[in-house]
């Protein structure tokens, strides 16, 4: 992509039919670009799109690739009102800590690696605080990469919802990793 590009495209109708929205950088509101969002190309970069305007509501991450519907990136409705973009992490180690009580308190365990199962590997479903090291993660509400999403990228977390989550339950998280 070049400097100024479009990086992501968002689509009115499925199978990228309809009005159009071309995007580059981050956008706080997109409700005057497009009233639904039924498909989108992201041609660059990693991209969280989100039901509700200022980064807020259900999060979707996105990488390189075509979802023709929005059951492609998981969605529960044709509702995108803003994004953030952030380019592939390059650095190539992945490192988070996650722990059972909120401000880094009671079990902990670090991983390196995707996790398909929180309970077979944590032996509980709830992560009340985490601390990203290294790289970007996505944190998903069931097992097996599936459900409501979080972006997680550098820093601490002190409680779930700190990284917007409305409960404690994780089912399966996975680095965020160019394929």
Known sequence: MTEGGTAIIFYEDRNFQGRH?????????????????????????WWVVYE????????????RGEYPDYQRWMGFNDNI???????????????MRIYERPDFGGLMMEFTDDCPSVYDRFRSRDIHSC?????????????????????????????FSDWGGYSSTIGSFRRMRDF
């Not at 807020?56 to 991450?61: A, F, I, P, R, T």
């Not at 990203?132 to 069931?142: A, L, N």
């Open 21 to 45: 929205y071309e995007c580059s950088t981050d956008c706080a509101d997109l409700s005057s670009d497009f009233s639904r969002c039924n498909s989108i190309r992201v041609e660059s970069d």
């Open 52 to 63: 509700r305007p200022n980064y807020m509501g259900y999060q979707y991450v996105l990488s």
């Open 81 to 95: 009102r803003s994004c953030r973009t952030y380019p592939y992490y390059s650095g190539g180690n992945y490192r």
């Open 131 to 159: 601390h990203v090291m290294d790289g970007y993660w996505t944190f998903y509400e069931h097992p097996n990469y599936r459900g409501r999403q979080h972006f997680m990228r550098p820093g601490e977390y002190r409680r």
